[in-house]
């Protein structure tokens, strides 16, 4: 039996053209990946530091029951969060249920009826409209009496600064900045920029609570946008942060008052922080945070690789080829429905889990179009690990992401251009 590489691709179901054309576009992504790795060095280093620092110990992984109450491993975690992403306190909770539940979660915990919430970043993530009630909902903060108001980017992507300063005003609370692109094909914001504009929006109303959604941009830089002025970042334990191990989980890290407020809300005023039994998930959540800088960067290399070979087949691919990273996702366009559906098929035939099964578009609560998922996790819904998405409405973008090596990152792209070649949508 020859144990080589080639042939374990063609027993995958890998044409030797799909496996040719990905080899010559990996050669030329050497020195892009070198970059990546000094990255995950980097901040490797830093969870590592924030462990020791905290002093975490055996028992800190084992669990608690009931209330929950002296949960030493809990509150470790979240003074470890806290210690990664320099910010002043940390909410890291299995309670808190999805991304979605986390930025509701500090939403509504920070804010009062009469304030006002702006996006300066236009329409935040699908999921959110309901939250916020951009689209009618039961319970939303506009039921509540929290108005909104929203500032677009400029059609090159820069920020529209005078409109900004015109939306603030004496209501305007809270400000919300995604990172990441979402469901949109603008650019990812980097942390350099989200601190221009935290800056800009400070100079004007310094007291104004500046949120971000750093779903998916965990550890892809060295900086976090806590580094540069944020008061609140938020994300989900089933994307970067939890490193592919964590079950379920969010975090709200930021300031004592911001935190605070939201752990009141989440368990009872009067309890905060307080309650919350962490039952038998704390060892995941230490692993899947000490993992997550180096999942992170194979995530990573796995999107630059898959702009580069949908990009030279002639798709729009957002980011492109060269530019830098951001966040994990990759937005690939293919104009027609055919081509979404064929690349969530690719990536679905290569996940170790359900590879059998055929994605199909569907009506997914909180999304206004159907939608098709590809993902064959290890934990359910999971997007850390390889995974893609696109609502069935133009453009026709599907949405990349995740990998929890390269190595099967890089597989679950040629497998989507096997499909896309086998659907007869291009040749090599
Ligand atoms: C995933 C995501 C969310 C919502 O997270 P869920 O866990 O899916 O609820 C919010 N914002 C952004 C930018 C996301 O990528």
């Not at 971000?212 to 994300?235: K, L, T």
Request: glycine residues 10%; proline residues 5%; charged residues 20%.
């Amino acid at each position: 039996m020859e144990c080589n590489v080639e042939n374990i691709y063609k027993e995958l179901g890998i044409s030797d053209e799909v496996y040719q054309f990905s080899k010559e576009i990996l050669k030329e992504l050497a020195p892009r990946f070198k970059e990546i790795d000094e990255t995950a060095e980097y901040n490797q280093l830093k969870v590592l530091k924030a462990m020791q620092d905290n002093k975490v110990s055996e028992a800190c992984l084992l669990g608690t029951t009931g209330y929950g109450y002296n949960d030493i491993g809990r509150d470790t975690l979240e003074a470890v969060y806290a210690s990664v992403f320099h910010t002043e306190d940390a909410l890291v909770r299995p309670q808190i249920t999805c991304g979605t539940h986390a930025l509701a979660l500090a939403l509504m915990s920070n804010l009062r009826p009469g304030d006002e919430l702006l996006s300066p970043v236009g329409k935040p993530y699908d999921t959110l409209e309901e939250v916020i009630g951009i689209r009618p909902s039961k319970g939303s903060l506009r039921e509540y009496g929290v108005s909104y108001q929203q500032v677009d980017l400029l059609p090159d992507g820069s920020f529209d600064y005078e409109n900004i300063k015109k939306a603030i005003n004496e209501k305007t609370k809270l400000v919300t900045i995604q990172r990441s692109k979402g469901y949109q094909t603008r650019p990812t914001l980097s942390v350099a920029r989200i601190g221009e504009l935290i800056s800009f929006i400070k100079n004007i109303k310094s007291d104004v609570i500046c949120m971000v959604d750093n779903c998916y941009g965990e550890f892809v830089e060295r900086m976090e946008p806590s580094d540069v002025g944020a008061d609140m970042i938020v994300g989900s334990l089933i994307k970067n942060p939890g490193g592919g191990l964590a079950p379920i989980g969010g975090y709200i890290a930021g300031t004592k008052a911001c935190v605070e407020n939201a752990a009141f809300r989440l368990t009872s005023p009067g309890l905060g922080k307080e309650v919350g039994a962490s039952l038998g998930i704390l060892k995941d959540f230490y692993q899947g945070l000490f993992l997550s800088p180096t999942v992170t960067a194979g995530a990573l290399k796995g999107a630059i690789f898959a702009a580069n070979v949908y990009e030279k087949l002639g798709y729009r691919v957002v980011p492109n080829s060269t530019e830098s990273r951001h966040d994990i996702i990759q937005a690939v366009e293919f104009g027609t429905p055919e081509g979404v559906i064929a690349f969530c098929k690719g990536v679905q035939a290569a996940a170790p889990v359900d590879s059998f099964v055929t994605p199909e578009p569907w009506d997914m609560p909180g999304y206004d179009a159907q939608v098709i998922m590809a993902a064959g996790a290890f934990v359910s819904g999971s997007s850390i690990e390889l995974s893609a998405d696109g609502p069935i409405k133009p453009p026709y973008a599907v949405y990349f992401q995740g990998g929890l090596t390269f190595e099967h990152a890089s597989f679950g792209i040629m497998k989507t251009l096997q499909e896309v070649v086998n659907a007869g949508l291009v040749t090599l």
